[in-house]
C-alpha cells in the first residue's frame, strides 16, 4: 500500500504541511529537530498505533497550540481510502475513516499498516523483556488484529488481579476470591502464549536467513520463545483444555507467594524472547554492531511475514537509521523493501545510498520548505 497524499497541521511542531509522496522514495531532510521524526509520528499514528517514540497523546498537539489533525490517503490494491485524527485540547480525539467518524482505533489499525525502524529499536535486544514482548506482540497484531483483543483483555484481567491482591493483603477480601481471575487468566493466557510461540518461530526462521546474508554467512541468529508456563515441547500439541489447565495449575502455585507480595508472578506478562547470536545471548555478550543488525533483521522479518500473508505491502518509515549502516547493509534493506513505499528521515543527504532517488522534502522548523 502507499499513501498518496499527507496533510498535517499542529502536530507537534508541524505546521501547515500538505504534500503528495513518491510511491517509491521520500526522503526527509533537515537539521536536528526540525520536525523530521514528527514528521513521520504524525503519519503513523494514522495505523492506530501508538507513537512508536512513546509519546502520549496529549503531547500530539503542539505545545502552544490548541488543536493538531492530521490526514492521509492510502492506496491499495483495493481502493483508496482517507483516514483523519484530529484532537482539540483537553478533550478526546476524533479519528474519521473515509468521512465516518469511527468510535476506535480498530477501523484504521485494518485499513494502513506500516512497519518504522527507529534507533531505539536496539532495545528489543537490550532492554526489559517487555520490549520484546511488545516488539512480539504488535508485530502478531498487525498479521491478526483479535491478538489485540487477547492482550487487552490479559492486561485487564492482570490489573484487577493484582488490584485484589492488594486486597487480600490487607485482609479487605479473600483468598480463595482471586481463583476466578487465575481461570480467566489461564484461559486467554494460554491463547496469547501460542500466538506468541507460533509467531516467533516464523520470525525464527525468516531471521536466520536475513541475519546470516547481512554477516556474510558468518554468523547465527536464533530467537527462542521462553514462556513462563510452558515448555517448548508442549507446543507440539494443539491448544486445547489441557494447555489452559496448565496455566491454571501454574498460576495456582504462585498464588500464595503472589498474595505475599501484591503482584503476579505468573503468566505471560512473565513471558520473555530468548534471542542468541552464535549460540550465547546477544543481549550480554552482542557487540553494538550485531546488536543493531538484529534489531534491523527483526524488523525486516516482520515486514516479510506481513507481506507473504497480505498483498499490500506495509509502508515503511525508517528514522535516522541510514546514515549509521555502511553500504552494504544499506543495499541488503534496500533489496529487501524494495516493494514498499518508504520514508526516510536524515540529516544528512550524502550519507544515502544514490541510487535511492525519489522525492526530496525539505522540512525546516516544522515547515516544508
Ligand atoms: N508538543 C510539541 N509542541 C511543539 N514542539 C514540539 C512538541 N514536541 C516536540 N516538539 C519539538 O519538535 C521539534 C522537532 O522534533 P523532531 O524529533 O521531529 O526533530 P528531528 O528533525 O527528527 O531531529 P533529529 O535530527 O535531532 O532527530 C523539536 O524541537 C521538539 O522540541
Ligand atoms: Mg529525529
Redesign the pocket.
Known amino acids: 500500500m502507499i499513501i498518496t497524499f499527507a496533510e498535517i497541521d499542529g502536530f ?2 508541524l505546521s501547515g504541511i500538505s504534500f503528495a509522496p513518491d510511491k517509491k522514495y521520500n526522503i526527509i531532510v ?1 537539521e ?8 513521520l509520528e504524525a503519519m503513523w499514528i494514522l495505523s492506530g498505533c501508538k507513537s512508536f517514540r512513546g509519546s502520549k497523546e496529549k ?1 500530539y ?3 502552544y497550540g490548541n488543536r493538531m489533525s492530521a490526514k492521509i490517503k492510502v492506496l491499495d490494491s483495493v481502493r483508496e481510502q482517507k483516514i483523519e485524527f484530529d484532537m482539540i485540547k483537553n478533550a478526546n480525539k476524533n479519528i474519521v475513516l473515509n468521512g465516518v467518524k469511527q468510535k476506535g482505533t480498530r477501523a484504521i489499525f485494518d485499513v494502513f499498516k506500516c512497519i518504522a525502524f527507529i534507533p531505539d529499536d536496539v532495545e528489543i535486544i537490550k532492554g526489559s523483556p517487555e520490549k520484546r514482548r511488545n516488539f512480539i506482540d504488535m508485530a502478531s497484531s498487525q498479521l491478526n488484529p483479535a491478538f489485540v483483543a487477547n492482550i487487552n483483555k490479559s492486561n485487564v484481567i492482570i490489573n484487577q488481579r493484582n488490584a485484589l491482591l492488594k486486597l487480600i493483603l490487607q485482609n479487605k477480601a479473600k483468598a480463595d476470591s482471586l481463583e476466578i481471575w487465575d481461570r480467566q487468566a489461564s484461559v486467554v493466557g494460554a491463547e496469547i502464549s501460542y500466538m506468541r510461540y507460533g509467531y516467533i518461530k516464523k520470525i525464527n526462521e525468516i531471521c536466520g536467513k536475513l541475519y546470516n546474508t547481512i554477516s556474510g554467512g558468518n554468523e547465527l541468529l536464533e530467537l527462542e520463545y521462553k514462556s513462563n508456563v510452558y515448555r517448548l515441547s508442549d507446543f507440539d500439541v494443539p491448544i486445547g483444555n489441557d494447555a489452559i489447565e496448565k496455566y491454571y495449575n501454574k498460576m495456582r502455585e504462585s498464588a500464595d507467594y503472589d498474595i505475599r507480595t501484591g503482584t503476579t508472578h505468573t503468566g505471560v506478562n512473565r513471558d520473555d524472547v530468548i534471542i542468541k547470536i552464535n549460540g550465547v545471548s546477544a543481549k550480554d555478550y552482542g557487540s553494538q554492531g550485531q546488536i543493531k543488525s538484529t534489531a534491523l533483521v527483526m524488523k525486516m522479518a516482520q515486514a516479510e511475514i506481513f507481506m507473504k500473508k497480505s498483498k499490500d505491502a506495509p509502508v515503511v518509515f525508517l528514522d ?1 537509521v541510514m546514515g549509521e549502516l555502511d553500504e552494504n547493509r544499506q543495499k541488503f534493506i534496500f533489496d529487501i523493501i524494495r516493494n514498499m513505499q518508504v520514508f526516510l ?1 536524515t ?1 544528512n543527504e550524502s550519507a544515502i545510498l544514490p541510487e535511492i532517488k525519489g522525492k526530496i522534502l525539505r ?1 525546516h522548523g ?1 515547515k516544508l520548505i
Do not use: F, M, V
Open positions: 507537534k511542531n533537515g536536528n529537530a526540525q520536525g523530521k521524526t514528527n514528521l503531547d498537539i503542539n505545545l535516522d528521515t540529516p522540512i516544522g
